[in-house]
């Protein structure tokens, strides 16, 4: 038993031995290798995807009113600047309208004119009144006077008559002038009271004017008060006018409508109607394709969905026209094409120097969400691939190892690795069919 363990013993120690010989081999048994060294380094990862140029928008040419097109300047394909003429339309109905509205406003100018005219008529009738009040209230004033001296007089002939001084005759006579005074002043006092309705301060109060102390003033108030009627008339032809102007300038729009221009600056994609065409209302004459800022519209894969956002920055390269752009990602398509399963992006680009055109092939380099510190290694240092798995020989104490890597992203001809790799781990740069794991190598 002691014999057999002693053997066991002897055997495993030989073993060892032959183990450790192999491992001391002599560098003339080993393989040289070249090795590149891992340093990570910051990398904007990009995601290249192609697509076309599209438009942002577009605009209709309308005719906002309906006629006959009697001339076209518009041709498919044809450059066109904002406000520029289309389309002329011609609507013999708006041309007798005007003519009839003109003729209205004629007639408002008319009344207006005639309604200021009654003004300053009336105004002028109202002074010669004050006048005319002011002349008879003298008048009054003045028989009065009289009378009072007639009465004074007739007085003084009563005591002559009393005392035998005069005739009855001669009384009787000065009392029938008493009587006539007496007539003639209630006479002058009605005719005053008729002239000077409108007149009295109690017309000024009763139509809210409070009547001023002044006289010029308060005279001022009564020419007022009694041309009210004319400056009324005045405001009916001022809105009779205005309603005139509105509708001539209503019908001029519409005339001016007639003429059809471009909505913007652009190319015209499509045209829909033809030289001495009826069009309706609101029809759709031509489209207008704003060529100022279109848009690379690139289609991505489902798998790519996730690494891209609104705003991330983009690079646009379109070759046939020499265009070379930065952009950001502006649209980001909700849902997959139902064919292809794919979704699009939209990337605005500038193209205010009219070099790119619609339906040109764009490439796209869109900066993803992954953007951080990676380990850069070129295709060539890969043992195999296995889908976004790499394998990379290393070596560790002079010996081969085998790691294992998911692919991260990869870009003209090199691969880059976030993870599985350290700082400073030396990767075989070319490995050969030759080179196994476990095998002792020589780095060069």
Same mark, same amino acid.
């Given at each position: 038993?002691?014999?057999?363990?002693?053997?066991?013993?002897?055997?495993?120690?030989?073993?060892?031995?032959?183990?450790?010989?192999?491992?001391?081999?002599?560098?003339?048994?080993?393989?040289?290798?070249? &090795?590149?060294?891992?340093?990570?380094?910051?990398?904007?990862?990009?995601?290249?995807?192609?697509?076309?140029?599209?438009?942002?928008?577009?605009?209709?040419?309308?005719?906002?009113?309906?006629?006959?097109?009697?001339?076209?300047? +518009?041709?498919?394909?044809?450059?066109?600047?904002?406000?520029?003429?289309?389309?002329?339309?011609?609507?013999?109905?708006?041309?007798?309208?005007?003519?009839?509205?003109?003729?209205?406003?004629?007639?408002?100018?008319?009344?207006?004119?005639?309604?200021?005219?009654?003004?300053?008529?009336?105004?002028?009738?109202?002074?010669?009144?004050?006048?005319?009040?002011?002349?008879?209230?003298?008048?009054?004033?003045?028989?009065?006077?009289?009378?009072?001296?007639?009465?004074?007089?007739?007085?003084?002939?009563?005591? @002559?008559?009393?005392?035998?001084?005069?005739?009855?005759?001669?009384?009787?006579?000065?009392?029938?002038?008493?009587?006539?005074?007496?007539?003639?002043?209630?006479?002058?006092?009605?005719?005053?009271?008729?002239?000077? @309705?409108?007149?009295?301060?109690?017309?000024?109060?009763?139509?809210?004017?409070?009547?001023? +102390?002044?006289?010029?003033?308060?005279?001022?108030?009564?020419?007022?008060?009694?041309?009210?009627?004319?400056?009324?008339?005045?405001?009916?032809?001022?809105?009779?006018?205005?309603?005139?102007?509105?509708?001539?300038?209503?019908?001029?729009?519409?005339?001016?409508?007639?003429?059809?221009?471009?909505?913007?600056?652009?190319?015209?994609?499509?045209?829909?109607?033809?030289?001495?065409?009826?069009? +309706?209302?609101?029809?759709?004459?031509?489209?207008?394709?704003?060529?100022?800022?279109?848009?690379?519209?690139?289609?991505?894969?489902?798998?790519?969905?996730?690494?891209?956002?609104?705003?991330?920055?983009?690079?646009?390269?379109?070759?046939?026209?020499?265009?070379?752009?930065?952009?950001?990602?502006?649209?980001?398509?909700?849902?997959?094409?139902?064919?292809?399963?794919?979704?699009?992006?939209?990337?605005?680009?500038?193209?205010? $120097?009219?070099?790119?055109?619609?339906?040109?092939?764009?490439?796209? +380099?869109?900066? &993803?969400?992954?953007?951080?510190?990676?380990?850069?290694?070129?295709?060539?240092?890969?043992?195999?691939?296995?889908?976004?798995?790499?394998?990379?020989?290393?070596?560790?104490?002079?010996?081969?190892?085998?790691?294992?890597?998911?692919?991260?992203? $990869?870009?003209?001809?090199?691969?880059?690795?976030?993870?599985?790799?350290?700082?400073?781990?030396?990767?075989?740069?070319?490995? &050969?069919?030759?080179?196994?794991?476990?095998?002792?190598?020589?780095?060069?």
């Amino acid at each position: 038993m002691k014999k057999s363990a002693a053997k066991l013993a002897a055997s495993l120690l030989a073993a060892l031995l032959v183990s450790c010989a192999g491992k001391e081999a002599p560098d003339s048994q080993s393989i040289e290798v070249k &090795t590149l060294v891992a340093v990570k380094s910051k990398q904007s990862v990009t995601l290249e995807s192609y697509g076309s140029i599209t438009y942002k928008k577009k605009n209709e040419a309308r005719s906002i009113v309906e006629g006959t097109i009697v001339e076209q300047n +518009a041709l498919e394909g044809k450059s066109v600047k904002k406000g520029e003429t289309l389309f002329r339309l011609e609507n013999i109905q708006y041309q007798i309208q005007r003519a009839e509205r003109q003729n209205q406003l004629n007639s408002a100018r008319a009344k207006l004119k005639a309604a200021k005219n009654n003004l300053l008529e009336q105004e002028r009738s109202a002074q010669s009144t004050i006048i005319a009040l002011e002349n008879a209230r003298t008048n009054l004033r003045q028989k009065k006077d009289e009378r009072a001296l007639l009465l004074k007089n007739l007085e003084k002939n009563k005591r @002559l008559f009393d005392a035998g001084g005069i005739s009855e005759s001669s009384l009787e006579q000065m009392q029938m002038e008493e009587r006539a005074s007496k007539s003639e002043i209630d006479v002058l006092e009605k005719e005053l009271q008729m002239k000077s @309705l409108g007149y009295n301060e109690s017309d000024l109060i009763n139509a809210g004017m409070e009547p001023s +102390a002044d006289v010029e003033t308060r005279q001022r108030q009564l020419i007022d008060l009694n041309s009210q009627s004319a400056k009324i008339q005045i405001e009916l032809a001022e809105v009779e006018l205005k309603n005139a102007e509105r509708d001539l300038e209503s019908i001029e729009a519409l005339i001016e409508a007639l003429t059809v221009t471009a909505p913007c600056d652009g190319i015209i994609g499509a045209i829909y109607f033809e030289n001495g065409e009826r069009v +309706a209302q609101n029809e759709r004459l031509a489209t207008i394709i704003d060529m100022k800022i279109p848009y690379a519209k690139v289609f991505l894969q489902e798998r790519d969905m996730e690494k891209i956002q609104i705003g991330a920055p983009t690079l646009v390269e379109i070759d046939s026209a020499a265009f070379r752009q930065e952009s950001i990602v502006d649209f980001i398509s909700p849902l997959a094409d139902s064919e292809t399963g794919n979704f699009y992006i939209k990337i605005p680009v500038d193209n205010s $120097e009219n070099k790119i055109r619609f339906g040109m092939f764009a490439k796209c +380099a869109i900066q &993803t969400k992954s953007t951080g510190e990676y380990f850069e290694l070129p295709e060539s240092a890969l043992r195999r691939r296995d889908g976004n798995t790499a394998y990379f020989f290393c070596v560790q104490n002079d010996f081969l190892y085998q790691k294992e890597c998911p692919i991260e992203m $990869e870009r003209d001809g090199n691969i880059y690795i976030k993870s599985g790799l350290k700082e400073g781990d030396k990767i075989v740069a070319r490995p &050969t069919n030759a080179l196994k794991e476990g095998l002792r190598v020589k780095c060069i």
